[in-house]
């Protein structure tokens, strides 16, 4: 859970500074956008929906606290629907020197559950987000090769092309990021596969608005290759950098859901 | 238990009626506000969920009966700043002329109140312990209703029954204890297609001989410390009560040996163990151990169960790259001072074969498809000693978030049918089923 909201803000917060593309190489760009994830603690109300080929649409909704120290991200989410998963919550705590720690509740075992934190490419609550799409766009400079390839202007956004090769393969071989360096955020994402020439999905994002001091996207779609699915996330309601309290990241809360 | 379950209910209605704000809560209200929108409802002040359908369900036999029953869930939840309730009501019978039972209605009436160190629940409560994938070692504080089959959640099977817990603890060191005023055994079918005795003996069996076990006598107290760290979790328990498997103790007549009664009774027992689980890359391990000591200590009593060792050791793993869940189990217990020589020991009749020890291996494979609207699950069941088993396969199909459509079957038999009906699994072998349901849940 951690890592779709590092992936929401590497997609969407933007650090002040005003630096021009041409000034910046692909590797400095990318590790803008990556430090400028970096916060205390994020809340947020999300709604997901999953879209099908035929227009249906199934909608779950969520929220989600993240608080970081010492290197320690910890992040429990709920889900308030549809009514097959409501309650349902997750905790997981990343530590940058060790294994992550991943629990879930269901209410209708009423019963916390650790689960295996290591299997990045599952689909997350069925929707076109696994894992590893939270990590492919926040590859800093010691996990991948960037390059400038080219410019582009979405929706009025000026952006600079840029693409990352990972050192270490996962998922994908490769991936495009459309950044609007003004505001160090990302526009647009593909997701190629291991062969690197087939696309596999595609990010965008919009509705880009200032909040306590950072610039967020509100709205994101992710849309698999051949048009047939895709995910539409919302942000309901987003707050940085506030204070959370320890007892929400507790196996405890996790089975009452109280403090 | 009637009368349990009304007091329960009349508790639980007087504490909400008290209760001057009244809200429901779900997330985190303390840092959101309502996300209200137009044509949105306000947020309803109590929370209110379940499912309604209709099981239609029969015997893997062309000749038999179908059965059509409805299949209803429905909690109701009520919480403010400092506490909550809940009740949770299942309707689910077998067939339509099932007499009326509490059990089959009231799946669980919690009342929780929150404290700053911790929090107390009474109601009729079901509670899960061990670190195991839905079967357990150490997993006393429920017994199961056996008199319709398994299931393949074994908590599906277990009764709610009145009990009072205090939950104490830190982020890391959590503990719980338990007081279960009265006791419920394990509900054996003794007679029709789910019997678990040879139909002969069934009529040597005087139902008024039977003890009562809703008693205080029968109070049963329970203990347990969870720690947490990195990881690695650890929990500890201790139970003091009766074990929930009823003996069933052969009388004959001296001079013809010929069985004349069957006397049903319970051992009182004191059970200790530790269990554990851990996570490494794709593996979740689990791991369960604990020993009941008898009040038959030095296995004198033929008609009291002996001291056992039971266990269980299993994991799951996520196929990479996939949404297959693979699940591994062993359960089984080891029981003391067996005495082969006496047949009438009711101890023999849990040991398969005159042997001390019976394992079961429980592997399951879950997975779903389509971003989750094919979820399927084969679940297979193994009592190695008697090589009987089971298999449970089900399949549900989502046709959007709220309805869905699920088979499911469950096939009893054994691998050796040579050696007389050892296994509960051989008995049942003409009760295969198939169950097929539509639900909207809400």
Same mark, same amino acid.
């Given at each position: 859970?951690?890592?779709?909201?590092?992936?929401?803000?590497?997609?969407?917060?933007?650090?002040?500074?005003?630096?021009?593309?041409? /000034?910046?190489?692909?590797?400095?760009?990318?590790?803008?956008?990556?430090?400028?994830?970096?916060?205390?603690?994020?809340?947020?109300?999300?709604?997901?929906?999953?879209?099908?080929?035929?227009?249906?649409?199934?909608?779950?909704? &969520?929220?989600?606290?993240?608080?970081?120290?010492?290197?320690?991200?910890?992040?429990?989410?709920?889900?308030?629907?549809?009514?097959?998963?409501?309650?349902?919550?997750?905790?997981?705590?990343?530590?940058?020197?060790?294994?992550?720690?991943?629990?879930?509740?269901?209410?209708?075992?009423?019963?916390?559950?650790?689960?295996?934190?290591?299997?990045?490419?599952?689909?997350?609550?069925?929707?076109?987000?696994?894992?590893?799409?939270?990590?492919?766009?926040?590859?800093?400079?010691?996990?991948?090769?960037?390059?400038?390839?080219?410019?582009?202007?979405?929706?009025?956004?000026?952006?600079?092309?840029?693409?990352?090769?990972?050192?270490?393969?996962?998922?994908?071989?490769?991936?495009?990021?459309?950044?609007?360096?003004?505001?160090?955020?990302?526009?647009?994402?593909?997701?190629?596969?291991?062969?690197?020439?087939? &696309?596999?999905?595609?990010?965008?994002?919009?509705?880009?608005?200032?909040?306590?001091?950072?610039?967020?996207?509100?709205?994101?779609?992710?849309?698999?290759?051949?048009?047939?699915?895709?995910?539409?996330?919302?942000?309901?309601?987003?707050?940085?950098?506030?204070?959370?309290?320890?007892?929400?990241?507790?196996?405890?809360?996790?089975?009452?859901?109280?403090? | 238990?009637?009368?349990?379950?009304?007091?329960?209910?009349?508790?639980?209605?007087?504490?909400?009626?008290?209760?001057?704000?009244?809200?429901?809560?779900?997330?985190?209200?303390?840092?959101?506000?309502?996300?209200?929108?137009?044509?949105?409802?306000?947020?309803?002040?109590?929370?209110?969920?379940?499912?309604?359908?209709?099981?239609?369900?029969?015997?893997?036999?062309?000749?038999?009966?179908? /059965?059509?029953?409805?299949?209803?869930?429905?909690?109701?939840?009520?919480?403010?700043?400092?506490?909550?309730?809940?009740?949770?009501?299942?309707?689910?019978?077998?067939?339509?002329?099932?007499?009326?039972?509490?059990?089959?209605?009231?799946?669980?009436?919690?009342?929780? *109140?929150?404290?700053?160190?911790?929090?107390?629940?009474?109601?009729?409560?079901?509670?899960?312990?061990?670190?195991?994938?839905?079967?357990?070692?150490?997993?006393?504080?429920?017994?199961?209703?056996?008199?319709?089959?398994?299931?393949?959640?074994?908590?599906?099977?277990?009764?709610?029954?009145?009990?009072?817990?205090?939950?104490?603890?830190?982020?890391?060191?959590?503990?719980?204890?338990?007081?279960?005023?009265?006791?419920?055994?394990?509900?054996?079918?003794?007679?029709?297609?789910?019997?678990?005795?040879?139909?002969?003996?069934?009529?040597?069996?005087?139902?008024?001989?039977?003890?009562?076990?809703?008693?205080?006598?029968?109070?049963?107290?329970?203990?347990?410390?969870?720690?947490?760290?990195?990881?690695?979790?650890?929990?500890?328990?201790?139970?003091?009560?009766?074990?929930?498997?009823?003996?069933?103790?052969?009388?004959?007549?001296?001079?013809?040996?010929?069985?004349?009664?069957?006397?049903?009774?319970?051992? *009182?027992?004191?059970?200790?163990?530790?269990?554990?689980?851990?996570?490494?890359?794709?593996?979740?391990?689990?791991?369960?151990?604990?020993?009941?000591?008898?009040?038959?200590?030095?296995?004198?009593?033929?008609?009291?169960?002996?001291?056992?060792?039971?266990?269980?050791?299993?994991?799951?793993?996520?196929?990479?790259?996939?949404?297959?869940?693979? /699940?591994?189990?062993?359960?089984?217990?080891?029981?003391?001072?067996?005495?082969?020589?006496?047949?009438?020991?009711?101890?023999?009749?849990?040991?398969?074969?005159?042997?001390?020890?019976?394992?079961?291996?429980?592997?399951?494979?879950?997975?779903?498809?389509?971003?989750?609207?094919?979820?399927? *699950?084969?679940?297979?069941?193994?009592?190695?000693?008697?090589?009987?088993?089971?298999?449970?396969?089900?399949?549900?199909?989502? &046709?959007?978030?709220?309805?869905?459509?699920?088979?499911?079957?469950?096939?009893?038999? /054994?691998?050796?049918?040579?050696?007389?009906?050892?296994?509960?699994?051989?008995?049942?072998?003409?009760?295969?089923?198939?169950?097929?349901?539509?639900?909207?849940?809400?």
């Amino acid at each position: 859970m951690k890592r779709i909201i590092r992936m929401i803000m590497v997609m969407m917060i933007v650090t002040l500074p005003v630096l021009s593309a041409s /000034s910046q190489s692909a590797a400095e760009i990318m590790e803008l956008v990556a430090s400028s994830q970096k916060h205390a603690s994020s809340a947020m109300e999300l709604r997901m929906n999953l879209i099908d080929s035929r227009g249906e649409v199934r909608q779950r909704t &969520l929220q989600t606290l993240s608080s970081s120290e010492n290197d320690v991200t910890k992040t429990i989410t709920v889900f308030l629907s549809p009514a097959s998963v409501k309650n349902t919550r997750f905790l997981t705590i990343e530590n940058d020197s060790a294994a992550d720690e991943q629990y879930i509740y269901l209410p209708s075992l009423a019963k916390v559950k650790r689960i295996a934190a290591t299997e990045r490419s599952g689909s997350f609550m069925g929707s076109d987000f696994s894992y590893a799409d939270m990590a492919s766009t926040t590859y800093d400079t010691s996990e991948a090769t960037h390059s400038i390839i080219g410019t582009d202007t979405i929706e009025g956004i000026d952006c600079t092309i840029i693409e990352s090769i990972p050192n270490i393969s996962g998922d994908y071989g490769k991936t495009i990021s459309w950044v609007d360096t003004e505001r160090s955020v990302v526009v647009k994402v593909e997701f190629y596969a291991k062969d690197r020439s087939s &696309l596999v999905k595609t990010l965008v994002c919009s509705r880009f608005e200032l909040i306590d001091g950072k610039t967020v996207a509100r709205s994101m779609v992710m849309t698999v290759a051949d048009q047939s699915h895709s995910t539409a996330v919302e942000i309901m309601q987003i707050k940085l950098n506030i204070p959370i309290r320890n007892e929400y990241f507790t196996v405890s809360f996790l089975e009452t859901g109280r403090l | 238990m009637k009368r349990i379950g009304l007091i329960t209910c009349f508790i639980m209605l007087y504490a909400i009626l008290i209760s001057s704000m009244l809200f429901a809560q779900v997330g985190f209200d303390e840092i959101f506000g309502p996300t209200l929108e137009e044509n949105e409802p306000v947020v309803s002040p109590v929370t209110v969920s379940g499912h309604a359908g209709i099981d239609v369900s029969s015997f893997i036999d062309c000749s038999s009966e179908i /059965s059509s029953v409805p299949n209803l869930a429905f909690e109701l939840g009520w919480a403010n700043a400092h506490s909550d309730a809940s009740v949770r009501l299942r309707l689910r019978p077998y067939n339509m002329s099932d007499p009326f039972e509490w059990t089959k209605i009231i799946d669980t009436i919690s009342i929780r *109140r929150f404290f700053p160190w911790g929090h107390v629940e009474a109601g009729l409560l079901k509670k899960e312990w061990g670190k195991g994938d839905g079967i357990h070692a150490l997993d006393p504080l429920n017994t199961l209703d056996q008199r319709h089959g398994i299931k393949a959640n074994l908590q599906d099977m277990k009764i709610a029954e009145p009990m009072i817990t205090v939950a104490i603890g830190t982020a890391d060191i959590r503990g719980q204890l338990v007081y279960k005023p009265i006791s419920l055994s394990v509900l054996p079918a003794i007679s029709g297609p789910w019997s678990v005795i040879d139909p002969a003996y069934a009529a040597l069996i005087d139902p008024a001989a039977v003890p009562k076990t809703n008693t205080l006598e029968f109070g049963q107290f329970a203990g347990r410390i969870d720690v947490h760290h990195a990881n690695i979790d650890v929990g500890i328990m201790a139970f003091m009560g009766h074990m929930s498997q009823p003996s069933f103790a052969i009388r004959l007549d001296p001079s013809t040996y010929q069985p004349t009664s069957i006397q049903i009774g319970y051992t *009182r027992a004191f059970l200790a163990g530790i269990d554990a689980g851990f996570a490494a890359g794709p593996f979740t391990f689990m791991s369960e151990a604990g020993i009941w000591i008898s009040e038959d200590f030095n296995a004198s009593d033929s008609d009291k169960y002996n001291n056992a060792c039971v266990y269980q050791a299993g994991f799951d793993v996520t196929i990479p790259s996939s949404t297959i869940i693979i /699940s591994a189990q062993l359960n089984g217990r080891y029981i003391l001072d067996l005495d082969t020589a006496n047949p009438l020991d009711v101890d023999m009749a849990q040991a398969y074969g005159g042997k001390p020890y019976a394992n079961t291996m429980i592997t399951a494979i879950n997975s779903t498809w389509f971003k989750d609207r094919i979820e399927t *699950r084969l679940a297979f069941l193994w009592q190695i000693e008697s090589n009987g088993y089971v298999f449970m396969p089900m399949f549900t199909w989502k &046709l959007d978030d709220a309805v869905s459509l699920q088979a499911e079957a469950t096939v009893y038999g /054994s691998f050796d049918a040579s050696d007389g009906i050892e296994s509960i699994y051989e008995r049942w072998e003409g009760n295969d089923t198939i169950t097929i349901c539509a639900l909207y849940a809400f």
